[in-house]
């Protein structure tokens, strides 16, 4: 009895040679619709599962391959003489090779265009079946769904006459993380829910890492195969090593900062905390000021631009060694220039960062915290400014720029800010005063006349007596402590200026 294949695919990549292949190994070839078309048109000759089953398809194709005459020739066990017999019984003919790839479903609802309706028609259903089946009975029957394992499967044939045990196991586990990814994206296209009962994640693989955050910890890159606006998927590497564990951590974070600000900027970031970061006219401007913020700090660290790096900024950043530069692009001398830093890493973003909203997942012990993401941006109709003092315009637009910035630093986290440059910053700390003393002290004198940002509300006043004793000029903090009032008797005792803007940005 010869050994049979069905065929039925969505995409028909290299499938004439693949089924040309199968026949020279004395496959017989079973297909439906599309598929069964063109391999006709090949000349390849191909029984119809209407053949195979004695039955029509019917609801416009809906149903075609569900018969036992198919998902029996699948389902049966070789060895088992029951099994077998009632093939005989049936006449069915056994299935041993199952080639089938599914509608594009995602690719369908990622367009702007498509209905409810139409999404709802690419949802497939027999293909999934004939994977499911056939990647249950793996011991004996060879099932294929990637078009990239095409030539694997048509090597072991030539080498051995058929697949092994253990290719037969690889592909079927392929299929049920393929099924399992297609289902869920059904299942996200159709929740209304924001927390559902259960969900089901989905992520690809895109490259095993050399190691994780240390060199004793395996690591590998996936990407969210539901968003195609992550930051891997946006950006194009041109130059430099594969970006690591912690590179890719910390160039996501610098491009959630950079995001925040319009204006020509650039962000020097560090173990997850932006060390430096400056606005200005000019890229090169904003350079010198994101520098100037952390001299020391941003040594081996990732730089982030919202515009072109220039040849004059490129000079530069080319003094000292920097991790990682992102930016929207590079003239062509400054990619010739930065790219004689053999180790510094180059990445173009190659798409627009779309401000949808988004999960964040963290991972605890045997489950996860998920939350949406902290998208919220200032709304000045919510402020207040209860002090008897205001903020001039220059502080007032100093204070927004410090909130953007301390909307990003580890929790406790205190930014100080002039000029449209962040001059202090304080990082993590177990308490809002111990952050304060940090960042006052790296600012030093440069702190009379600038402004302090701090992630969260002040219990007690003395974060404003301190910033006093360094000559700061205005804060801005979210409130909403019962003690609220004492910081607010503080600044009106000092003489300077307190912006509430309701909303706190703690990041854990």
């Known amino acids: 009895m010869k050994r049979r294949a069905l065929i039925s ?26 598929t069964y078309s063109v391999l006709k048109e090949a000349g390849i000759k191909v029984i119809p599962v209407m053949q195979v089953t004695d039955s029509k398809e019917i609801l416009n194709g809906r149903v075609k391959t569900l018969h036992p005459a198919i998902h029996g020739g699948i389902l049966a066990v070789r060895n088992d003489d029951h099994h077998m017999a009632q093939l005989n019984e049936e006449s069915i003919h056994p299935i041993d090779l199952v080639c089938v790839n599914l509608y594009p479903f995602s690719e369908t609802v990622n367009k702007e265009s498509t209905s409810f309706n139409e999404a709802i028609e690419q949802i497939d259903i027999g293909g999934p079946t004939l994977l499911r089946a056939a990647a249950k009975n793996h011991k004996y029957v060879t099932v294929i769904t990637d078009t990239n394992d095409y030539q694997s499967v048509i090597t072991e044939l030539n080498q051995c006459g058929e697949t092994t045990p253990d290719t037969r196991r690889r592909l079927a586990t392929t299929v049920f993380f393929h099924t399992a990814d297609y289902d869920s994206k059904i299942a996200s296209y159709l929740n209304q829910e924001e927390f559902p009962e259960t969900i089901t994640l989905s992520y690809k693989r895109k490259q095993i890492l050399r190691y994780g955050e240390n060199p004793h910890q395996k690591a590998a890159l996936y990407s969210d195969s539901h968003i195609n606006n992550t930051l891997i998927l946006r950006t194009k590497q041109l130059h430099g090593k594969d970006l690591s564990y912690n590179n890719i951590k910390d160039a996501n974070t610098a491009s959630d900062i950079i995001n925040e600000y319009s204006a020509p900027t650039v962000v020097a970031l560090k173990h997850m905390n932006p060390c430096g970061i400056g606005s200005a006219k000019t890229i090169y401007d904003a350079w010198i000021k994101a520098y100037d913020g952390d001299q020391i700090s941003i040594f081996g660290g990732i730089i982030a631009t919202n515009q072109v790096i220039d040849h004059q900024t490129a000079i530069e950043m080319g003094k000292l060694f920097l991790e990682l530069i992102i930016a929207p692009g590079f003239t062509e001398e400054a990619l010739q220039l930065l790219k004689k830093r053999k180790n510094t890493r180059l990445l173009e973003l190659i798409d627009e960062r779309k401000d949808e909203q988004c999960f964040n997942i963290t991972t605890v012990t045997d489950g996860l915290l998920m939350q949406e993401q902290d998208q919220k941006k200032v709304n000045l109709n919510q402020l207040e400014i209860p002090t008897k003092k205001k903020p001039c315009n220059e502080e007032f637009e100093q204070l927004l720029f410090a909130w953007k910035a301390v909307k990003h630093v580890k929790s406790n986290a205190i930014v100080i800010a002039k000029d449209s440059q962040t001059i202090g910053i304080g990082a993590g700390q177990m308490n809002r005063v111990g952050a304060a003393e940090i960042a006052l002290r790296q600012a030093g004198d440069k702190c009379r006349g600038a402004v302090l940002a701090s992630d969260g509300f002040f219990p007690m006043p003395d974060t404003v007596e301190l910033a006093v004793k360094y000559g700061i000029s205005s804060i801005i903090q979210p409130g909403g402590s019962i003690r609220d009032q004492d910081s607010i008797d503080a600044c009106n005792k000092h003489g300077i200026s307190m912006v509430l803007t309701k909303t706190r940005h703690f990041k854990h």
């Not at 695919?9 to 297909?31: G, M, P, R, W």
């Open 9 to 34: 695919v969505y995409d028909k990549t290299n499938i004439v040679s693949f089924a040309k292949a199968l026949i020279k190994h004395d496959f017989e070839i079973i297909s439906t619709g599309g």
